[in-house]
């Protein structure tokens, strides 16, 4: 199964801006949108970007995606306690006919 | 609102079977795609497979053929999955859900399931 890489650690303080990166391929990010989730401790993923860069209702314009090729990134801007999480991208993938994803990126807010 | 509800816990033998269900509210059940996703301890998110909750077509990963079932009662709206001859790596939260949006849109709490003799 094809897999999506991301970092597995990211950090920055109140404020920053940060960014997580995702890597993928042709069969998926290459021709597929990319879906972004925040994952609290012991909580399902929650839906953050879907589409291209679209935010369910609720989620704050602090959340914004952009891809290029085979790589997407999110980007979390006036960095904010709340926001320390694990990360996870998603795309659909052509070749499985369903969704792979990344391993996910631990996002400390120092 | 979209509402997914799962149980909480459950604890199966190795070589067991597992039945796993998750009861939809708040859409029209047999309007979308409904899927399940695996996360073992800190390991990625894995996807197993959907249904077409209206049609019953079903689409299993590779890494699950022939171990995985997946159906729905429509008159219950509940998706159900199964999962065959357990094994220790089986041990995880199984997730179901909702393709509302694009795909896998909204999540159920999970159901956290432990193999072990």
């Known amino acids: 199964q094809s897999v999506l890489t991301q970092p597995p650690s990211a950090s920055g303080t109140p404020g920053q801006r940060v960014t997580i990166s995702c890597s993928g391929s042709s069969s998926n990010i290459g021709s597929n949108t990319v879906n972004w989730y925040q994952q609290l401790p012991g909580t399902a993923p929650k839906l953050l970007i879907y589409g291209h860069n679209q935010r369910p209702s609720g989620v704050p314009d602090r959340f914004s995606d952009s891809r290029s090729g085979t790589s997407a990134s999110l980007a979390i801007s006036g960095l904010q306690s709340e926001d320390e999480a694990d990360y996870y991208c998603?795309?659909?993938?052509?070749?499985?006919?369903?969704?792979?994803f990344g391993g996910g990126t631990k996002l400390t807010v120092l | 609102q979209v509402q997914l509800v799962q149980p909480g816990a459950e604890v199966k033998k190795p070589g067991a079977s597992l039945k796993v269900s998750c009861k939809a509210s708040g859409f029209t059940f047999t309007n979308y795609n409904m899927h399940w996703v695996r996360q073992a301890p800190g390991q990625r998110l894995e996807w197993m497979g959907w249904i077409n909750a209206g049609s019953g077509n079903t689409k299993y990963s590779q890494m699950f053929q022939g171990r995985v079932t997946i159906t729905r009662d429509t008159s219950a709206s509940t998706v159900y999955l199964e999962l065959s001859s357990l094994r220790s790596e089986d041990t995880a939260v199984y997730y179901c859900a909702v393709s509302y949006i694009g795909w896998c849109d909204y999540w159920g709490q999970g159901t956290l399931v432990t193999v072990s003799s």
């Open positions: 998603g795309a659909w993938d052509d070749s499985l006919n369903g969704p792979v």
